[in-house]
């Protein structure tokens, strides 16, 4: 079980009413989103570190 405020456990419940999900699902796909959101930090991190890749790079890996 997951103790939060309140205040958060209502936002919680209304966001998910209004995706038309279950509280549970709400959150999987918050989890899923956010873990998301570090992969891309992470790539970023790496494509900085290694100087980068240009378009045309992309495009030819990608057939683009």
Same mark, same amino acid.
């Given at each position: 079980?997951?103790?939060?405020? #309140?205040?958060?456990?209502?936002? +919680?419940?209304?966001?998910? %009413? ?8 709400? @959150?999987?796909?918050?989890? #899923?989103?956010?873990?998301?959101? +570090?992969?891309?930090?992470? %790539? ?8 980068? @890749? ?9 057939? +683009?």
């Amino acid at each position: 079980m997951i103790k939060m405020s #309140e205040k958060n456990e209502s936002r +919680l419940t209304s966001l998910a %009413a209004m995706t038309g999900k279950s509280v549970d699902d709400f @959150i999987e796909i918050l989890l #899923e989103n956010y873990q998301d959101e +570090l992969d891309i930090k992470e %790539a970023e991190q790496v494509l900085q570190e290694s100087g980068g @890749i240009s378009l045309s790079e992309l495009k030819n890996k990608y057939g +683009l």
